[in-house]
Each structure stands twice: as C-alpha cells, then as structure tokens.
C-alpha cells in the first residue's frame, strides 16, 4: 500500500505516493534527486542528512516520508537562492570549514537552524548545535569559526536563506 | 636566488569549496545510471569457518534478482603487494563480516530480502585472533596454502606454514655488544587496538561489464589506475579496456587506497548481462567487512649511557593483521624502516612481523604504522628519561637525528631532511614546557603536560610515478589533467597554485576537473602517503615549462625574437623589457595566426612528469638501503586534565610543529593539521575494535564506536609551521597531510604520567581504563 | 527503506488502540522515531503496523500549571528543554532530556518514547522516577494511568498492554524540591549512558529520593532515604551502600561492570552533594 503525501521542498509544492517503509532520505535522493543531502550512517548517529522540518534540523533518516505529509522540508540545495550563496555558505568557503564535503550539506542545515533560532549563538550553542554533525576531516574549528562568521556577517538577524 | 611568489604561500580558497557547500558535488554514492542493479552482500557470522553449503534457490526465485554470486565461480586472488584475498570467501571464511554471497537485484530492498533467503551452512573451525599466539607453534593458519598466493617478490617475505605473511628486518651494528655496554636499559610492551578510518562516505562502486571484455567503473576511490591496473591483473584484461571514474570521494585516509569493492560490482555486472551494478557499504559493512588499521602489540628495549645517549634499541613489532595482509605487509615494512622513531641510533635491530589472525583486515590508514610504533616508541623515551633522570625533552634532543648521523637503514642525514629539534623547541616553547600546569579548581582533578615527536616518509615502491597534462584554453587559462585524487586534502588548489606561479597567471584561471577518469587523465600511481603535492607539484612545474616552451616559439616566430631573449610574465609573452610587444596566451594558445593568415605552431599542451629518485629495496636481511624520498618531522606538547574519580581525560591545548619545508597553502594545511590531530585523538582516547570471544565485532557502528564530535575538540590547539626547505621539493615543500594524527596518542599518554605517575601501554586512553588503572595504583600503594 | 510494515495515521486515540488490537502483538507506536527506526532498520524489531499519533492534537499537549505539568506523549524533547518555564519548574529533566542523543534526534524523539523503548539506560528515567511521574494511557477498555514506578517491567519490556498507548506523562508540582541528574558517559559527544542517576530531596522531610539508570535490568527507584545534614558525609555513605545493594551492573561493550560499579557511588555522592550541599567542596 502506498500513501499519496503533499509537502514543500524548499518552497516548492511536491506530491509523491509512497511506501509505508520509505524514509524521507530515500524520498528525498532517490524519488525528488536531491542527492545533496548524504546517508553515513541510516541509524541517526552521523547528521550526513539533516534537513530542516518546519525550520527545524533533523536527521531524514530516521523519518518515514509518509511523516513529511502536509510538512516544509528544507534542504541544502534550497539554501543559495537565484545562484546567490547563502550567507552561511561563504562563510563556510571563507572559513576553510569543508575539506571532503561529504558532512557539509548536513553541516550547513544543522548550522541554519541554529542561525534561526539563535541569531547570535554562544560558543557552547554552536557546539551543541553540530555536535550531531560527524566530520572525519576538519577537526571542527572551521566549521565553528565558519557559523561564528556567518553568524556577524548576519549582525544578529536571523539567518533565513 | 630567490624567487618572488605570487600565488604560492597564500591562503587561496578551495576550489571545490562551492559545489560542496551548495550539495552539487556528486560523490559516487549520488550516482545511478539507466539500468543500474543494487547489490547486497550476506556475511560471515563466524571468524573462522568452513562453508559446507551454499542454498540460493529461494533468493534466485525472487523477482527481481538478477544475479547472485558465490566464492565457488570466483577462483581469482586480488592483491597490490600480496594476493591472499578472494573476491568473496570460498569454502572458508576467515573473520566474521566477510563476504560470502553477492546478490544484485532492481533494487536494493530486493537485494537485502533475497540475501535473507541464502541458506549458508558453516562448521566453525578454530579461531586465532591474538597475533602473539598466532606465531606460536601449532597455531591454527589462517592461510595453510600460503606459499602459493603471489606477491611482491623481493620486497615481502611470507613464511609458508606459519601465519607470517611478511617478516621485515633491521639490522645496524651490533645491538647485543652495545646493551650489553648500556648503563640504563629498558624494556617496555606495548599494544594498539585495530582502529577504523571511519570516512564520511562509505565505500562505494558501480560497475558495468561491456562489450569485447570492456568494463567501465565509477568508484569512490584514492587510486583510479592502481584500481585498473589491478582490475587489469586480477580478470587478464587489457589496461585499455578499463576505464575508471573517480567523482568526488567524501574522505579516504588510506582505506580507500588499492582495491575495495570494483572486483565484486564488476563480476555481479557481468553475471547480470551487463547490467551497471552498485555496491554501496552500509556503515556497519564499512566497519565489519571492509578493512582496518591494524592492531599492533610492540615491544622495545633501550639501551643508554649515563650521559643519556641511546646506544642500542631492539623492537619487536607484531602486527595484527587480521584475515588478509595485502597492505599489511607494506605497513610491516615502512614501520621497520621508520621503527627507530627520529632518533639517531648506531646499533640498532628490529623485526616487524605482520600476522594473519581471525580478524577484520588491516590496510593503510594516515600516517600508517607510524602511530602505532610511535606510541610505543615515544611513551618509551618518556620512561628511558625517568629513569636516566632526564627531562624527557632534553634526553630527546641528544637523540634527534642531525646532520651527519645516519639512520637505521644507512640513510646520510643531511640538512635538507627538515629540523627535528626546531620542531621540539617549538612546542616545548609553546606549551610552556618546564612550568607546572596551573592546578585545576577542584582537587579531584589532576593535570600534566605531555610531548612527543613524530616522523614519516612516503611508504610507496621505488618506482612510484605521476605525470600531468596542462592544455591552455582559447582564454589562456590552464585545463591542468590529473589523476591522483583530492578527496578533501585540497591537493587540487596547490597544484592550481603552482600552475599560476609557473605559467603567471592568475589562480582564477586555472582549472582542475572534479574527476578522474583514467581514459583522459594521465597516470598516478595512487593518492596516498602524503606524496601527492610533492610528486604532483613537480610535475605541474615541469607540464608548466613545456607549455612554456611552447609558447616562447610561437611567440619567437611571431615577434622575431629569438626564444630566450622571451619573458612570460602575466599571461603574455614578451621580449625582455619590451611589454608593450607583448603577445597574450589567448592568442597563441591554439597556435600563433599572422596578419596574412598563415598559421604556426598549434594547440598548446604540455605534459610533466615525476618519478621517485634513487629509492632502492631494503636488504632481506639486515633492511639497508633508501626507501624514503623524503622525511617529514614534527612535534606535539599537549596539556590535559584529568577527573581522578570518573577516569574523564580533557585535553586543554594541543600544541604541533611540523616542518613543511614550505607551506603552499597556509589555509589547507591548517586545516589538514587540526583534522588530522583530532583524528589522533580519536585513536588516542575513545577509537578500538572490540571483539568477543569467539571473534565476533561487538562495536560495528556509531552507537559503540565512537569518534570525536565537537563537544570532544581539545579547549585550544594551536599549529606552528617551520620552513626548513627540502631539496627536490616543489618550492623546497614536503609531504604533511597524514603526519598531523601520528604521536597524538604517545604526547596524551606521556601528559597522564605527568598528570598521575601511571605508565599507560594500551591504547585507547578511555576513561574506563584511565579510572581502572587509578584504582589499581591506589590499591598497591 | 526500512523493513517490511504498514502505517497509518490515527485521527482518534480509540482508532489507534483498536489498530493496535487488530495487529495483536505486530504492532508499534511511532512517536519521534528514533528508536523504533533504528531497530527496525537493524532487525530487532520487525512490526506489521506503525501507528503514528502525530496528528491527534491532544497528545501535543504541554501545559506547565502550577499544580502539574502534562507532558503530552507527542511534545519532542527539544520543546522542554527550550521551554523556560518548565526548565524552571523542572531543571533535572531538562539536563536528562538534553544529554539524549543529538539536537537534531532530539526535535524528533519524545519523553514518551524514551520510557516506552523500555531501555534500562533510558535518560529521562531516574528524574521521572524520584519526581513520581504518573504516565497516562489509553487501551480498547479506555484510560489508566501507571505510576512511573510500574512502568518499567525488564529489558525492553514495560507495564503497557500491546494496545495501549502512551497519551501523556504528568509530573507533580516540584515545590520546594531540589532535583539533579548526572549521566556517565564514554565520550562527550551523544552516547548512551554508562550509568545515569538523579536525586530529588524535600528539604521538609528531609528525605532524598534517588533512582539509577544502566545497572539493572530496569532503572530502578530507591525508597526514601532519610538525611542527615548535620552529618553529611555518614548520610552520603548510607545511601551510596544502599544504592550499590540496589543494583546488578553488567559488564557490556560499552563499560565493564566494575567501572559501572567504581562510578556510580562518584555520580551519587556527586548528586547527593549538589542537593545538601549546594556550593560546597565537590
């Protein structure tokens, strides 16, 4: 049995039918080719695939799609609009704060919903904030550094793009 | 002479920083193709078992499988250094996570289903999984047909009928007569856990067998021709008939050097008509099936004068190299050859034996080998100065290698080697060394300083060679071809850079295309060991000259100016002195037009190349020879805390010092030096393999083995660069990406005797074996 | 895709009990998901029927009275722990429910969802005990409610019939009650906990309650234990022994039970202290 579900994916309208069994990953990379959001880990441990639900970071793989019915789901190819970068995205390119890329997208979300609920975050708030964010690579600091940046850049206006 | 740079030594961005901040970089697990099947795998529940019978009748019926495979229809090895490896186990298994059964099917739920339906009967055999008791008499073999596999000859030595798959040794001086004559001696033990590498995006392959024997693969891969090549050798395939895809590749650190999963996506292709076949590893599969670091148990005995002069060091390295050593053996022998540590010693012997055991398989990970001995080596030189009474930085430095000492395989240390010592007094300095840490505010806990040295050169064969093609486009940009990969070092940006430097012009107009493709991209042996900027940025230069040379003719013919009175300077050609007959690349990066029409020269396009120099195999028997193009050193000096009453270690401030020869790109080697010490730190307090019993792996996944988050990043961590430069070097640099993650755990095990008096031998540093440790100090006292 | 089951949505708590009820033992509740998931992408749990009370609006409840609190079965963790008024109210859930998992896990999970996964390390357990949380449910026969106290039945086993569904969890007003929780962990980073363990003392009767995660094969509450003040370090000693009576730790991957053993009387006395002696030597 499939459920006909209706969602926004950065902003725009989508309708799919799906399988009980289908996470919001795999809706969102196998069925919509949105292969910016990334799979470590399938179990929620690695953030490789948050995406904002209602403005809020969680992990697409441990939602169903059919939970996305009548939801608004933000994704990293949504963050730069018209070919502009985001604000955290230069800063993550200014920053040094991707090496292999592969936790970035993820990164960058977790790091945008923190942006809107906290436009100026302590240091312990960032932390916290992408603590659930794996990087094999950076070490962190850049990344940190990078959400600080954006987060002056932005002079305490929530960040919302 | 020295040579004013423009772009070399600046902070340039990386190039691909924007398609992976918008999520267009598409790495090999974004891709499919029309057609494309999935591919799921049934494993070994057993670390040593026979396979009696394999029952895929039910997983056959399925709809929508499309192929299903066994090790009985795969009678081939794989191996770079040491063919031992099937492409799925046949008629035994040897650790638990093996591969058994490949099933590909439409899709991957089907795949998963049908490999739930594979019947597989296994009577369990004995199980060996301490690499000690594998080298005992009698012991059970994990390869009884050793003798037969093919290697590497003259460079590994297994030892048929014994669980040895490779015996590298050392012999300098005379080691019995100097510890004789030793007033201090020591002998300490040593062992290091197996340790995953854990990238970010797990290993991922889709292959399609072609037409006439062809085969094309898409693979996430630090090696796309030693992958051909070894696809080429293990299916008798001609080199030209393969053709490997290396897209974006989401981390690497060794595990994805060699072969990993192109064999088995390719056969299930060809066993399914052709079809494209996807192999994507779960993460448990990443931990569980594909390979490790190993584990090592180490033991060394020093020997010293009064006055602190090391006169003899004897170490026995026995590693764990689980159920395969194709790239175990090669970390057997780079850690002999490095298993001094950068200390100057006349007499000198060690034997590294890499062993089979009932375990996850061992291959390379950053830095390899090199952790695992330096944790031994330099919590020993910690030990030695206690008990010669010595600050342990000052016994150290008497020891550094300097110029005119000669190493343990009889390499003349000279002044381009880089400064040990400078990378010492850097970090003492920094850390403030010699000042007792401030006491914490609380009297349950402790704190202490703690210093290690660290060395590595590039473990590669004596012919390891790259090449790079530069085409200049109509713009008179720079299209630079290669094919070793950037998988996030950044390697990418600092070949860019020395394009510009060399050709001058702008970064902005050099280009690098984010994949290899081994049809159009021109050789590199493999990204691995810290050699890429080294080897790939000598050969830009010389790609550069050639292009260079290329345009001076045209430009010599078009001005009628002889070649050599000719400047290239800011993307034009010119007499000397004369820019205002200057001649753009643009206009001559096709070939030159004149006035009248007629044309000369033509399309532009340069080639460069670089082969390693004067390396020579190590002797079988005492280990001389030169097996390193270069060494890089450097220094950690740590502070930690620790809480006396729950084992919890803090790590306050990692200080490092490495010396680059020349820093390329201050922003990308920052960055590789705080990663990579955080990646020590995650071998150093929480990172290890733990096995049952019975050989079972009982923490395959995030849950139970954990890696550092960024709650876990030391309070402070500073990097210093030193700039000794080294001959050959492009722009006098040396190879630093691995160098960063070695001698982190040694430097946090030398700060916690300082912090608490206890000699800790075992890695990982966590706090259950921290408190264990506390507690059983406090009984005996 | 994850395993092989049906979903449906409730718009009625009776439909999802009768749903239940059809599915007999097959069936499942899914609140936050990020239990239930994981252990169905495992294979630890293989349910034919998902249950997802998400859209009944009741279950959103949160309602911080002065009286009680209600913490409707379908409120995320991370709406409590940013809620000031019930981080107020309640400082000790708040720390528990903030070292669950991830943030991002933790704008999925729920409290209900921690209890109802039956973990003996589940986080929000040792604080809902000592504040004598009552959980609200509702089965085909209508509503009952268990105290926390008889929640929790074995590994991965609680009081709740298979039709049965967690509605909400209430807790009493914490007038004048100091609480605090403590979690063992390996690393700083999410992990489960090695042992966890809260406190809660009435300064009128002078009494601490104190219940422990991760060592037995349910979190288990300890009766009321009475202090002494006037000889802290005695009352201290007292009730780590009767804690260590209380439990059976095992050894497992993730400690041994003899660092289980060596760090729960340090998180007791650490708790007993922040409590009784609030600013004092730790």
Same mark, same amino acid.
């Given at each position: 049995?499939?459920?006909?579900?209706?969602?926004?994916?950065?902003?725009?309208?989508?309708?799919?039918?799906?399988?009980?069994?289908?996470?919001?990953?795999?809706?969102?990379?196998?069925?919509?080719?949105?292969?910016?959001?990334?799979?470590?880990?399938?179990?929620?441990?690695?953030?490789?695939?948050?995406?904002?639900?209602?403005?809020?970071?969680?992990?697409?793989?441990?939602?169903?799609?059919?939970?996305?019915?009548?939801?608004?789901?933000?994704?990293?190819?949504?963050?730069?609009?018209?070919?502009?970068?985001?604000?955290?995205?230069?800063?993550?390119?200014?920053?040094?704060?991707?090496?292999?890329?592969?936790?970035?997208?993820?990164?960058?979300?977790?790091?945008?919903?923190?942006?809107?609920?906290?436009?100026?975050?302590?240091?312990?708030?960032?932390?916290?904030?992408?603590?659930?964010?794996?990087?094999?690579?950076?070490?962190?600091?850049?990344?940190?550094?990078?959400?600080?940046?954006?987060?002056?850049?932005?002079?305490?206006?929530?960040?919302?793009? | 002479?020295?040579?004013?740079?423009?772009?070399?030594?600046?902070?340039?961005?990386?190039?691909?920083?924007?398609?992976?901040?918008?999520?267009?970089?598409?790495?090999?697990?974004?891709?499919?193709?029309?057609?494309?099947?999935?591919?799921?795998?049934?494993?070994?529940?057993?670390?040593?078992?026979?396979?009696?019978?394999?029952?895929?009748?039910?997983?056959?019926?399925?709809?929508?499988?499309?192929?299903?495979?066994?090790?009985?229809?795969?009678?081939?090895?794989?191996?770079?250094?040491?063919?031992?490896?099937?492409?799925?186990?046949?008629?035994?298994?040897?650790?638990?996570?093996?591969?058994?059964?490949?099933?590909?099917?439409?899709?991957?739920?089907?795949?998963?289903?049908?490999? /739930?339906?594979?019947?597989?009967?296994?009577?369990?055999?004995?199980?060996?999984?301490?690499?000690?008791?594998?080298?005992?008499?009698?012991?059970?073999?994990?390869?009884?047909?050793?003798?037969?596999?093919?290697?590497?000859?003259?460079?590994?030595?297994?030892?048929?009928?014994?669980?040895?798959?490779?015996?590298?040794?050392?012999?300098?001086?005379?080691?019995? /007569?100097?510890?004789?004559?030793?007033?201090?001696?020591?002998?300490?033990?040593?062992?290091?856990?197996?340790?995953? =590498?854990?990238?970010?995006?797990? =290993?991922?392959?889709?292959?399609?067998?072609?037409?006439?024997?062809?085969?094309?693969?898409?693979?996430?891969?630090?090696?796309?021709?030693?992958? /051909?090549?070894?696809?080429?050798?293990?299916?008798?395939?001609?080199?030209?008939?393969?053709?490997? =895809?290396?897209?974006?590749?989401?981390?690497?650190?060794?595990?994805?050097?060699?072969?990993?999963?192109?064999?088995?996506?390719?056969?299930?292709?060809?066993?399914?008509?052709?079809?494209?076949?996807?192999?994507?590893?779960?993460?448990?599969?990443?931990?569980?099936?594909?390979?490790?670091?190993?584990?090592?148990?180490?033991?060394?005995?020093?020997?010293?004068?009064?006055?602190?002069?090391?006169?003899?060091?004897?170490?026995?390295?026995?590693?764990?190299?689980?159920?395969?050593?194709?790239?175990?053996?090669?970390?057997?022998?780079?850690?002999?050859?490095?298993?001094?540590?950068?200390?100057?010693?006349?007499?000198?012997?060690?034997?590294?034996?890499?062993?089979?055991?009932?375990?996850?398989?061992?291959?390379?990970?950053?830095?390899?080998?090199?952790?695992?001995?330096?944790?031994?080596?330099?919590?020993?030189?910690?030990?030695?100065?206690?008990?010669?009474?010595?600050?342990?930085?000052?016994?150290?430095?008497?020891?550094?290698?300097?110029?005119?000492?000669?190493?343990?395989?009889?390499?003349?240390?000279?002044?381009?080697?880089?400064?040990?010592?400078?990378?010492?007094?850097?970090?003492?300095?920094?850390?403030?060394?010699?000042?007792?840490?401030?006491?914490?505010?609380?009297?349950?806990?402790?704190?202490?300083?703690?210093?290690?040295?660290?060395?590595?050169?590039?473990?590669?064969?004596?012919?390891?060679?790259?090449?790079?093609?530069?085409?200049?486009?109509?713009?008179?940009?720079?299209?630079?071809?290669?094919?070793?990969?950037?998988?996030?070092?950044?390697?990418?940006?600092?070949?860019?850079?020395?394009?510009?430097?060399?050709?001058?012009?702008?970064?902005?107009?050099?280009?690098?295309?984010?994949?290899?493709?081994?049809?159009?991209?021109?050789?590199?042996?493999?990204?691995?060991?810290?050699?890429?900027?080294?080897?790939?940025?000598?050969?830009?230069?010389?790609?550069?000259?050639?292009?260079?040379?290329?345009?001076?003719?045209?430009?010599?013919?078009?001005?009628?100016?002889?070649?050599?009175?000719?400047?290239?300077?800011?993307?034009?050609?010119?007499?000397?002195?004369?820019?205002?007959?200057?001649?753009?690349?643009?206009?001559?990066?096709?070939?030159?037009?004149?006035?009248?029409?007629?044309?000369?020269?033509?399309?532009?396009?340069?080639?460069? /190349?670089?082969?390693?120099?004067?390396?020579?195999?190590?002797?079988?028997?005492?280990?001389?020879?030169?097996?390193?193009?270069?060494?890089?050193?450097?220094?950690?000096?740590?502070?930690?805390?620790?809480?006396?009453?729950?084992?919890?270690?803090?790590?306050?401030?990692?200080?490092?010092?490495?010396?680059?020869?020349?820093?390329?790109?201050?922003?990308?080697?920052?960055?590789?030096?705080?990663?990579?010490?955080?990646?020590?730190?995650?071998?150093?307090?929480?990172?290890?393999?733990?096995?049952?019993?019975?050989?079972?792996?009982?923490?395959?996944?995030?849950?139970?083995?954990?890696?550092?988050?960024?709650?876990?990043?030391?309070?402070?961590?500073?990097?210093?660069?030193?700039?000794?430069?080294?001959?050959?070097?492009?722009?006098?640099?040396?190879?630093?990406?691995?160098?960063?993650?070695?001698?982190?755990?040694?430097?946090?095990?030398?700060?916690?005797?300082?912090?608490?008096?206890?000699?800790?031998?075992?890695?990982?540093?966590?706090?259950?074996?921290?408190?264990?440790?506390?507690?059983?100090?406090?009984?005996?006292? | 895709?994850?395993?092989?089951?049906?979903?449906?949505?409730?718009?009625?708590?009776?439909?999802?009990?009768?749903?239940?009820?059809?599915?007999?033992?097959?069936?499942?509740?899914?609140?936050?998901?990020?239990?239930?998931?994981?252990?169905?992408?495992?294979?630890?749990?293989?349910?034919?029927?998902?249950?997802?009370?998400?859209?009944?609006?009741?279950?959103?409840?949160?309602?911080?009275?002065?009286?009680?609190?209600?913490?409707?079965?379908?409120?995320?963790?991370?709406?409590?722990?940013?809620?000031?008024?019930?981080?107020?109210?309640?400082?000790?859930?708040?720390?528990?429910?903030?070292?669950?998992?991830?943030?991002?896990?933790?704008?999925?999970?729920?409290?209900?969802?921690?209890?109802?996964?039956?973990?003996?390390?589940?986080?929000?357990?040792?604080?809902?005990?000592?504040?004598?949380?009552?959980?609200?449910?509702?089965?085909?026969?209508?509503?009952?409610?268990?105290?926390?106290?008889?929640?929790?039945?074995?590994?991965?086993?609680?009081?709740?019939?298979?039709?049965?569904?967690?509605?909400?969890?209430?807790?009493?007003?914490?007038?004048?009650?100091?609480?605090?929780?403590?979690?063992?962990?390996?690393?700083?980073?999410?992990?489960?906990?090695?042992?966890?363990?809260?406190?809660?003392?009435?300064?009128?009767?002078?009494?601490?309650?104190?219940?422990?995660?991760?060592?037995?094969?349910?979190?288990?509450?300890?009766?009321?234990?009475?202090?002494?003040?006037?000889?802290?370090?005695?009352?201290?000693?007292?009730?780590?022994?009767?804690?260590?009576?209380?439990?059976?730790?095992?050894?497992?991957?993730?400690?041994?039970?003899?660092?289980?053993?060596?760090?729960?009387?340090?998180?007791?006395?650490?708790?007993?202290?922040?409590?009784?002696?609030?600013?004092?030597?730790?």
């Amino acid at each position: 049995m499939t459920h006909d579900i209706v969602f926004t994916v950065n902003g725009n309208p989508e309708r799919a039918s799906v399988p009980a069994t289908m996470t919001l990953l795999d809706l969102l990379r196998d069925r919509l080719a949105l292969t910016g959001t990334k799979e470590g880990c399938g179990i929620g441990e690695c953030g490789a695939c948050t995406v904002l639900l209602n403005g809020k970071p969680i992990t697409a793989c441990l939602m169903l799609a059919v939970e996305a019915d009548g939801q608004a789901i933000e994704t990293i190819e949504g963050e730069a609009v018209g070919g502009e970068l985001s604000v955290l995205q230069q800063s993550f390119i200014d920053a040094g704060a991707t090496q292999c890329g592969f936790c970035t997208p993820g990164m960058i979300m977790s790091a945008h919903g923190l942006l809107l609920r906290s436009p100026s975050p302590s240091h312990d708030e960032i932390v916290e904030a992408i603590a659930g964010n794996l990087c094999r690579c950076t070490g962190y600091e850049a990344i940190i550094a990078a959400i600080r940046l954006a987060a002056d850049r932005l002079g305490g206006e929530p960040h919302d793009a | 002479m020295t040579r004013e740079l423009n772009v070399i030594g600046k902070p340039v961005a990386r190039a691909d920083a924007v398609d992976k901040v918008t999520g267009a970089a598409h790495y090999t697990h974004d891709l499919g193709f029309p057609g494309m099947l999935h591919a799921a795998l049934v494993l070994s529940p057993h670390a040593s078992a026979r396979i009696v019978s394999v029952d895929t009748e039910a997983a056959e019926a399925t709809p929508g499988v499309r192929a299903i495979l066994t090790g009985k229809s795969l009678d081939v090895h794989l191996g770079l250094y040491m063919q031992d490896k099937r492409i799925l186990a046949k008629d035994v298994v040897r650790y638990q996570g093996e591969a058994v059964v490949a099933v590909a099917a439409d899709t991957l739920e089907i795949a998963n289903a049908a490999c /739930r339906l594979v019947r597989v009967d296994y009577e369990e055999l004995p199980a060996v999984l301490d690499p000690c008791e594998a080298m005992e008499k009698g012991a059970h073999l994990v390869h009884p047909d050793l003798e037969t596999y093919s290697h590497m000859e003259g460079v590994f030595f297994p030892k048929p009928k014994t669980n040895i798959a490779h015996h590298q040794k050392i012999r300098k001086g005379d080691v019995a /007569r100097a510890s004789d004559d030793a007033e201090v001696t020591l002998t300490a033990s040593f062992d290091n856990p197996p340790v995953q =590498h854990v990238p970010m995006e797990t =290993h991922a392959t889709i292959a399609q067998s072609l037409p006439q024997n062809r085969m094309e693969v898409w693979t996430s891969s630090q090696s796309p021709y030693t992958v /051909r090549h070894l696809l080429s050798a293990t299916f008798n395939l001609p080199h030209a008939s393969i053709r490997v =895809h290396v897209p974006y590749v989401g981390g690497g650190f060794g595990g994805k050097a060699g072969l990993g999963l192109e064999p088995l996506a390719y056969v299930l292709s060809k066993a399914a008509d052709g079809r494209p076949v996807k192999v994507v590893a779960t993460r448990e599969q990443e931990f569980n099936t594909l390979p490790s670091r190993q584990g090592l148990h180490s033991t060394i005995e020093i020997g010293a004068r009064a006055d602190g002069k090391i006169v003899s060091l004897k170490s026995t390295y026995i590693w764990d190299a689980g159920a395969y050593a194709d790239y175990g053996v090669n970390v057997g022998r780079a850690a002999a050859y490095s298993g001094a540590g950068p200390y100057s010693i006349d007499n000198c012997w060690i034997d590294s034996f890499v062993v089979y055991t009932n375990k996850i398989y061992g291959t390379a990970y950053r830095g390899f080998g090199h952790l695992e001995i330096l944790w031994g080596i330099e919590r020993a030189m910690d030990q030695m100065a206690r008990k010669l009474n010595m600050d342990p930085a000052e016994f150290r430095r008497i020891n550094l290698l300097k110029e005119g000492d000669t190493t343990i395989t009889g390499e003349a240390f000279t002044s381009g080697h880089g400064k040990p010592q400078q990378c010492l007094d850097a970090v003492t300095e920094a850390i403030g060394w010699g000042t007792p840490s401030t006491p914490p505010d609380v009297p349950h806990k402790v704190r202490g300083k703690g210093i290690a040295m660290l060395h590595k050169a590039p473990a590669m064969p004596t012919y390891t060679s790259c090449s790079v093609v530069i085409k200049l486009d109509e713009d008179g940009g720079a299209d630079i071809l290669v094919s070793g990969v950037d998988y996030g070092q950044g390697t990418y940006t600092v070949l860019r850079q020395i394009a510009a430097e060399e050709l001058s012009i702008p970064i902005e107009k050099t280009h690098i295309t984010w994949e290899c493709d081994t049809a159009f991209s021109p050789y590199d042996w493999q990204t691995v060991a810290s050699r890429f900027a080294y080897m790939g940025g000598n050969a830009v230069i010389e790609a550069s000259a050639d292009c260079l040379g290329q345009l001076r003719s045209m430009a010599s013919r078009a001005l009628d100016v002889p070649s050599e009175l000719l400047i290239c300077n800011g993307g034009s050609v010119y007499p000397d002195g004369q820019p205002d007959r200057a001649i753009s690349y643009a206009t001559l990066a096709l070939g030159y037009t004149f006035e009248n029409g007629n044309s000369i020269g033509g399309p532009v396009i340069g080639h460069g /190349r670089f082969i390693a120099k004067g390396l020579t195999h190590l002797d079988p028997e005492t280990g001389q020879g030169l097996p390193a193009q270069y060494w890089t050193y450097g220094a950690h000096a740590v502070e930690v805390e620790v809480d006396t009453q729950t084992g919890e270690i803090e790590v306050l401030n990692i200080v490092s010092a490495l010396d680059a020869g020349k820093v390329l790109n201050p922003k990308l080697c920052l960055g590789q030096v705080v990663g990579g010490v955080i990646q020590g730190l995650g071998s150093a307090l929480w990172e290890g393999f733990v096995f049952s019993e019975d050989g079972r792996f009982l923490n395959p996944a995030f849950v139970d083995y954990k890696i550092p988050t960024a709650k876990d990043i030391p309070h402070r961590t500073q990097q210093i660069f030193l700039e000794n430069p080294q001959p050959g070097g492009p722009y006098g640099a040396r190879g630093v990406a691995e160098h960063p993650m070695i001698s982190v755990p040694s430097a946090i095990g030398n700060a916690l005797y300082d912090a608490l008096g206890i000699e800790f031998m075992t890695l990982p540093l966590n706090y259950e074996r921290i408190l264990t440790r506390l507690r059983e100090n406090a009984e005996a006292t | 895709m994850l395993g092989n089951f049906e979903y449906t949505r409730i718009r009625s708590i009776d439909e999802g009990c009768r749903a239940l009820a059809d599915a007999k033992e097959a069936g499942a509740v899914l609140a936050g998901g990020t239990d239930l998931l994981v252990e169905i992408r495992n294979g630890l749990k293989s349910p034919k029927l998902l249950v997802d009370c998400k859209a009944l609006d009741d279950l959103h409840v949160l309602d911080t009275s002065p009286e009680k609190t209600t913490i409707g079965a379908s409120v995320t963790l991370n709406r409590l722990i940013e809620n000031r008024t019930f981080r107020g109210h309640y400082p000790a859930l708040a720390d528990a429910l903030e070292s669950i998992g991830t943030y991002q896990l933790r704008n999925r999970a729920t409290v209900s969802g921690n209890i109802c996964n039956g973990s003996p390390a589940a986080d929000s357990a040792p604080v809902l005990l000592v504040l004598d949380a009552t959980v609200h449910v509702h089965g085909v026969g209508g509503p009952r409610v268990i105290p926390i106290a008889d929640f929790f039945a074995g590994v991965k086993r609680t009081a709740l019939n298979p039709d049965e569904i967690v509605t909400s969890i209430t807790l009493p007003v914490n007038a004048g009650r100091r609480t605090s929780f403590l979690k063992q962990q390996r690393i700083k980073g999410h992990d489960l906990a090695v042992v966890n363990a809260a406190g809660a003392y009435d300064p009128e009767t002078r009494e601490v309650r104190l219940a422990i995660g991760s060592c037995a094969p349910t979190p288990v509450l300890l009766d009321p234990i009475p202090m002494d003040v006037s000889d802290l370090a005695a009352s201290i000693n007292h009730a780590v022994s009767l804690v260590q009576r209380s439990v059976s730790p095992i050894s497992d991957v993730r400690a041994s039970a003899g660092y289980r053993n060596a760090v729960l009387p340090v998180l007791v006395t650490r708790i007993l202290r922040e409590l009784l002696d609030p600013g004092g030597e730790a």
